[in-house]
């Protein structure tokens, strides 16, 4: 797509300045059903994004066409939707940061690998979880997806940007049965080529997880020492970090208003976003244009800053901390890739001193049982009992709840574990003094 030809009809058709971007996604998406292949897609998505400057006000418009011809459309709803501001623009469009940071995260070894081999490894995977225990009875949805995508972004100040990444991923799920009753347990795992998966391993430990699920016990309801998995408290995470968002604060909806440079959480916990990092989350401008920056969030419990776009940056007097996202033609902002710190035990010795306690493995319904703005949350939750300092039975379905402010404050330790390098947050299993479990 020649951008070229977008400024010059920008400047035909009278806009002061402007911008365009466009994304282009291609993914691959195998999956088998008793062992060979049920469904096989390669889906295209394109999107481009316009905006700029008319008569001082500013005007966007997306669009799904990837074609030269229809940049004058573009510019037109740029200029309609500008007159139909009642304000001026105060930020304008971005010129551009003084330096970037490049780096190549795009992997080759992935996108020259055959598809032979990553169907190859979707019927092993397969294999390992039906023959893992006779109380599997079927392994669910083997799935592989690989994603490519192309980011560019320019400007008309001469600004010219463009990154590239792709990445992969195996999923599995296993159905075990006994006695009736039925388990079920899936899992993901990221991929970038030939050798980086164990693949018998991870279709053996699905398993494993699912048949572990039997034989579950009653848990009397009260406040137990609790154990969070690392994929869920990334979760929890996630929707903390939300609170730590300049829209939300300046809109009185943030559980963090009025908190910065104040010790909000445990002195154990420091979060970190880090989208300079190299790997599938890398991200090295926003959809501002604004050069990104790894940053610390919080330091051992302290909350060192909000994040930013150019507007609500401008609000609060403050610099951009690259995290614009541009969300249906309006610049909203994002959470890139973020890392807890890990503690120095691993799991075994975290939990050795806990006589009995819960470990919370999976959780429903988080999405709607949180409220984001005062953290209260209560979800249907499924785990371990530990007792003497060891995991022990699984347990019927409980209640996890609490508030999420308070849950962060109570964090007592933190082991050694990673998530998935595709994860959003990184995160280790962390241990919570008490929490409120609904059980019998």
């Known amino acids: 797509m020649n951008f070229s030809k977008f400024f010059q009809e920008a400047e035909k058709q009278g806009l002061e300045q402007a911008q365009i971007s466009y ?27 316009a905006s700029g400057i008319y008569q001082g006000k500013y005007g966007s418009t997306v669009a799904d066409k990837p074609k030269d011809d229809i940049f004058p459309e573009l510019v037109a709803n740029i200029k309609r939707n500008a007159s139909l501001s009642e304000e001026k623009s105060e930020v304008g469009i971005f010129p551009g940061s003084p330096k970037y940071v490049n780096k190549n995260v795009f992997c080759k070894d992935l996108a020259e690998e055959s598809l032979s081999e990553k169907i190859a490894n979707l019927k092993v995977l397969n294999q390992c979880i039906v023959g893992f225990d006779e109380r599997i009875k079927k392994a669910y949805g083997p799935t592989y997806t690989e994603s490519e995508t192309t980011y560019r972004f320019a400007n008309s100040f001469g600004l010219n940007l463009k990154r590239k990444y792709n990445f992969a991923y195996y999923t599995a799920g296993a159905i075990a049965e006994e006695n009736g009753e039925t388990k079920t347990f899936s899992d993901f795992v990221s991929y970038t080529g030939k050798g980086s998966v164990d693949f018998k391993a991870f279709g053996e430990e699905v398993a494993k997880k699912a048949v572990s699920k039997f034989t579950p016990l009653g848990l009397k309801s009260g406040k137990y020492p609790t154990v969070i998995n690392k994929d869920i408290m990334g979760d929890f995470i996630s929707y903390f970090l939300s609170s730590t968002i300049a829209d939300e604060v300046q809109r009185h909806s943030s559980f963090l208003e009025g908190k910065l440079n104040e010790r909000v959480v445990s ?9 300079l990092e190299k790997g599938p989350c890398f991200v090295n401008f926003d959809d501002e244009g604004v050069a990104t920056k790894n940053k610390t969030i919080i330091d051992k419990g302290v909350l060192k800053t909000y994040l930013y776009n150019r507007s609500t940056a401008l609000k609060d007097r403050v610099e951009s901390t690259g995290n614009g996202s541009s969300e249906g033609g309006k610049i909203k902002t994002a959470v890139f890739f973020t890392r807890v710190k890990k503690g120095k035990k691993g799991f075994a010795e975290m ?85 409120s479990i609904g059980g019998e």
């Open 351 to 435: 939990i050795a001193p806990i006589q009995e306690g819960v470990y919370i493995t999976e959780i429903a319904g988080l999405g709607t049982g949180m409220n984001a703005k005062s953290g209260n949350f209560s979800c249907q939750a499924e785990g371990y009992l530990i007792k003497d300092g060891r995991l022990d039975k699984p347990l019927n379905l409980i209640t996890l709840s609490g508030n999420l402010l308070s849950m962060l404050k109570d964090v007592k330790d933190l082991d050694n574990a990673s998530c998935d390098p595709l994860s959003s947050v990184d995160c280790p299993n962390v241990y919570i003094k008490k929490m």
């Open 23 to 49: 994304y282009l996604n291609k993914e691959t998406r195998i999956k088998l059903f008793e062992g060979e292949i049920d469904s096989f897609d390669v889906m295209e998505n394109f999107t481009i994004r």
């Open 267 to 275: 002195r154990k916990l420091t979060i970190k976003e880090l989208p």
